[in-house]
């Protein structure tokens, strides 16, 4: 391979390293360790970047690479060479293959031993299919491929012998790739996410960190915590003037306003919603969920609780903490007041020991060792983050 930076998932390299794909990694996925004594390598020590598939794919994902944006770029790919220009790579001489082609013979690839990779790939289809795509078009097919347990690493190990030139291993060079990588546009920013108000961004901010690690840096939820006299205005109205404002001034940046699941946010985004906004813009709610299809509520002047569906009328982001937050001392879940519209919503001395709560469980998952998988319900958080990963995604034919 020469003295060059590969890319490898499950053994084998497969792209050639270059900032771009660097900068989809993080520092904290910097390693530096022993060979195992049977590599026979030219160092004794492997460096580089050591990540999985999930987490690349949903970074890609944040990025506007998605599963069908990748597909479409290899069907143009492969429909060029059936044109006088640019016509086939130079050196193929076969058929024009599908795109079913290509994608049975990843998945092939990357179920086989290492081994046997070489011998299945001999036919240079996939490095002809590859060699005029781009780098983060071709990680997607792969990582979308790819088992979940597979290693992808991107190898720094060839750069360390020394015999070109000093190589320091203990500079972020993953960290200085991405802040390069940013001013170069839209869709490498990242995706900035507008909420009602401070504590949502920060306990979304806190709940990623725990269900979406690998996204630190790719989405970032507005930070509403300025000093009191610069502090913006909160609420679902403050969270449609903001995103209008956004749109009017032109930001570059893929942005999504998200509110509330309850009546108060889908009448003041209904009429940003009716007039349309921008293809990098998105109006969205929290997601509904079957927990909140029969949630315990108390309607005005019930004694008892009564289940009702609060999707679309109450859902605010204390519903979606976590089973156990919601959970009383009395082991069932505090019911959540209504008023005459169907609205409503937790008293604020109930909404701050939720929020602290949740807090405490964030704090404690955060702090817990690496590869501990964190105690307590986190499917709603979770479901919020999946959403706004797929926020630009190809509406389903």
Not at 264 to 279: E, F, R, S
Not at 338 to 352: I, P, R, T, Y
Not at 359 to 368: G, I, M, V
Request: charge should be negative; glycine fraction near 8%; hydrophobic fraction near 40%.
């Amino acid at each position: 391979m020469g003295h060059y930076p590969w890319l490898k998932i499950a053994g084998c390299a497969v792209i050639a390293g270059t900032d771009d794909l660097l900068a989809l990694f993080t520092e904290a996925e910097r390693q530096h360790l022993p060979r195992p004594e049977q590599e026979e390598e030219d160092t004794d020590w492997w460096f580089g970047y050591r990540s999985t598939p999930r987490a690349l794919r949903d970074r890609l994902q944040a990025q506007g690479m998605t599963a069908d944006q990748a597909r479409y770029d290899l069907e143009q790919e492969l429909a060029s060479w059936s044109r006088s220009d640019p016509g086939p790579p130079d050196g193929w001489t076969g058929p024009v293959p599908s795109a079913e082609d290509v994608l049975e013979k990843i998945t092939k690839s990357m179920a086989l031993p290492y081994e046997l990779q070489d011998a299945l790939l001999d036919d240079g289809l996939l490095d002809t299919v590859f060699i005029r795509m781009s780098e983060r078009t071709m990680l997607r097919l792969l990582v979308d491929r790819a088992p979940e347990a597979a290693v992808v690493d991107l190898d720094l190990s060839e750069l360390t012998g020394g015999c070109c030139f000093p190589y320091d291993m203990d500079k972020a060079r993953a960290a200085d790739a991405r802040a390069d990588q940013l001013a170069a546009g839209r869709e490498l920013s990242p995706l900035l996410v507008l909420t009602e108000g401070a504590t949502d961004a920060r306990l979304l901010t806190k709940a990623m960190r725990v269900t979406h690690p690998h996204l630190s840096g790719f989405v970032s939820f507005l930070d509403f915590d300025l000093p009191a006299s610069g502090r913006p205005e909160g609420g679902a109205s403050a969270l449609a003037k903001t995103a209008t404002t956004f749109i009017a001034a032109g930001v570059a940046n893929r942005f999504i306003a998200l509110a509330d699941n309850d009546l108060p946010a889908h009448q003041a985004l209904a009429k940003l919603k009716t007039k349309g906004v921008p293809g990098h813009c998105r109006i969205l709610h929290y997601p509904p969920l079957p927990l909140l299809a029969a949630y315990p509520t108390l309607p005005p002047g019930a004694s008892a609780p009564v289940l009702a569906d609060v999707n679309g009328s109450a859902g605010t982001l204390e519903l979606y903490l976590g089973r156990d937050v919601l959970t009383g001392p009395d082991d069932q879940l505090v019911p959540l007041p209504l008023n005459a519209a169907g609205g409503g919503g937790f008293a604020s001395k109930d909404k701050k020991a939720m929020q602290d709560r949740f807090e405490r469980k964030c704090d404690a998952a955060l702090a817990a060792p690496p590869g501990t998988d964190p105690e307590g319900d986190w499917s709603a958080v979770s479901a919020i983050i999946d959403m706004i990963l797929h926020a630009f995604d190809p509406p389903p034919a």
